[in-house]
């Protein structure tokens, strides 16, 4: 399974963005995908997840973000919507899947919250 994500940038407190991670490859084995996060000098957090049909999220996203998947024939792509960021929200996002069991990490795309 290959990941590839996109859609961070640079954004002012209260906006909004959205992340998206396509997954390509042998999609028929995915059973889970994710959204990490992880600020300089703190460990990788997990943001979303995402499992038979049933969201979970962080605590400190709950109602601001929103995550959503989209299938096609070849791909299965996530998007995190995100609003009202904030500057805490800033970090590189990461989406991981669990694919025949075996883990999977996209590249990290960069969500920088400042003013």
């Known amino acids: 399974v290959q990941l590839q994500a996109s859609g961070g940038g640079l954004v002012q407190p209260g906006e909004s963005l959205r992340v998206s991670c396509t997954a390509s490859?042998?999609?028929?084995?995915?059973?889970?995908m994710a959204w990490y996060r992880q600020a300089p000098g703190k460990e990788r957090e997990l943001v979303a997840g995402l499992t038979r049909g049933i969201t979970s999220y962080l605590d400190s996203v709950k109602g601001r973000f929103t995550m959503s998947r989209n299938n096609t024939k070849d791909t299965v792509t996530v998007y995190l919507q995100m609003t009202n960021l904030k500057p805490e929200d800033t970090a590189v996002y990461y989406c991981?899947?669990?694919?025949?069991?075996?883990?999977?990490w996209g590249q990290g795309t960069l969500v920088t919250v400042s003013s």
């Open positions: 490859g042998s999609i028929f084995s995915i059973h889970v």
């Open positions: 991981k899947t669990i694919a025949g069991g075996k883990i999977y």
